[in-house]
């Protein structure tokens, strides 16, 4: 298995706006398998079905936020071990090893720039994720 | 009409749509700000205050409005510092009051 990209990602951004044109984004210019959720109650309800192949989360949400969604999502079968990707504007050097300690892959900065999110979310895959795709069977 | 001018036309479309609702977004700042000087000391309502600034702040940004982005994540952050109070005084209201009439002017003063 050697896949460049995702296959499915499990978007989750509480903003209808960011929420817009990052699903413009990853989906026109990166032509990326999308399912986007405004909430993180709202990907709990989806990720068993759509069953992503990563998370990217925004970070500050009402209600649940980023880390805390992840935690629900980790108690998912099928989410267990999903890589993630946090969204956020906190990014101090102290913030981002926080979202590390979370296993995060990595971490997006907002505000993005729509025509490169695309290939930042790709790029964390090929550095994190296909060198263990490659190894497994 | 390739992938990035399919992805440019909606975007335009979006952003033409933000700044449309910029009026719209700024009430709301201006009427959380409002609440919380009503009730100063609700963290509900001052959370509501923080949220709405976070959302203008990111926004802006990723439609390319840069300056209107950190100027909004400036007050965002003084609200942020202030979250830590049990209650907002006189001053400190009136300070992020004149740093949200601060941003309208530039907002209004860089329109064409």
Not at chain 1, 47 to 64: K, Y
Not at chain 2, 8 to 37: E, G, H, T, W, Y
Request: glycine share 6%; hydrophobic share 45%; aromatic share 6%.
């Amino acid at each position: 298995m050697n896949r460049t990209k995702p296959e499915r990602v499990l978007y989750v951004e509480d903003d209808p706006d960011i929420r817009a044109v990052a699903q413009m984004a990853l989906e026109i210019v990166g032509g990326l398998n999308l399912k986007a959720c405004s909430s993180g109650a709202e990907a709990l309800q989806s990720a068993e079905i759509f069953r992503p192949d990563l998370l990217l989360l925004d970070v500050m949400m009402p209600g649940m936020d980023g880390p805390t969604t992840l935690a629900g999502l980790r108690q998912m079968v099928h989410t267990a071990s999903t890589p993630v990707i946090f969204m956020t504007a906190k990014v101090q050097a102290s913030e981002v090893a926080y979202y590390r300690s979370l296993g995060a892959l990595g971490v997006i900065a907002k505000p993005f720039d729509p025509m490169s999110l695309a290939s930042q979310v790709c790029q964390l895959w090929e550095q994190n994720v296909m060198p263990d795709l490659s190894k497994s069977p | 009409m390739n992938v990035n001018q399919v992805f440019v036309n909606k975007f335009n479309q979006l952003k033409r749509d933000f700044s449309a609702q910029l009026p719209m977004r700024l009430k709301a700042i201006d009427d959380s700000l409002q609440a919380c000087k009503e009730q100063p000391a609700d963290e509900v309502r001052r959370q509501d205050l923080y949220r709405l600034l976070h959302s203008l702040g990111g926004t802006a940004g990723s439609f390319g409005f840069a300056q209107l982005g950190l100027d909004a994540r400036i007050i965002e952050s003084e609200v942020a510092a202030l979250a830590q109070c049990s209650s907002w005084s006189e001053q400190e209201m009136a300070h992020i009051a004149d740093a949200l009439a601060l941003l309208k002017q530039h907002i209004f003063a860089r329109q064409p």
